[in-house]
Nanobody, 127 residues
């Protein structure tokens, strides 16, 4: 049974930073890509970032490029999302997800490309 648990969310002022963690138990963490998604109130879940199993390949949604950094520590079975220069538009519940076998595909920004999900952690950015 693969389980993902996010942590690190909270309330921060605009311009601040947070680091989210996603601890994975079960399965073989080091062989699957990991993604972060977010869902703001009244909006659909959207892709934020993805990292390959090796950590060498990353992709970001345009709105977070240069501000967010996705990383992973395969020895700790944990993925991270470092968020800087936060603004109120970043307010959302953030979810981590483990990718399906086969590596990062062309549809990496699509929720269906991920098979296991965490419960989410709330990030609130005040102006």
């Amino acid at each position: 049974q693969v389980q993902l648990v996010e942590s690190g969310g909270g309330v921060v002022q605009a311009g601040g930073s947070l680091r989210l963690s996603c601890a994975v138990t079960g399965g073989t963490f080091s062989t699957y890509h990991m993604g972060w998604f977010r869902q703001a109130p009244g909006k659909e879940r959207e892709f934020v970032a993805v990292i390959s199993w090796s950590g060498r390949t990353t992709y970001y949604t345009e709105s977070v490029k240069g501000r967010f950094t996705i990383s992973r520590d395969n020895a700790k079975n944990t993925a991270y999302l470092q968020m800087t220069s936060l603004n109120p538009e970043d307010t959302a519940v953030y979810y981590c997800a483990q990718g399906r076998p086969g590596g990062i595909g062309a549809d990496y920004a699509t929720s269906s490309e991920y098979r296991y999900w965490g419960q989410g952690t709330q990030v609130t950015v005040s102006s």
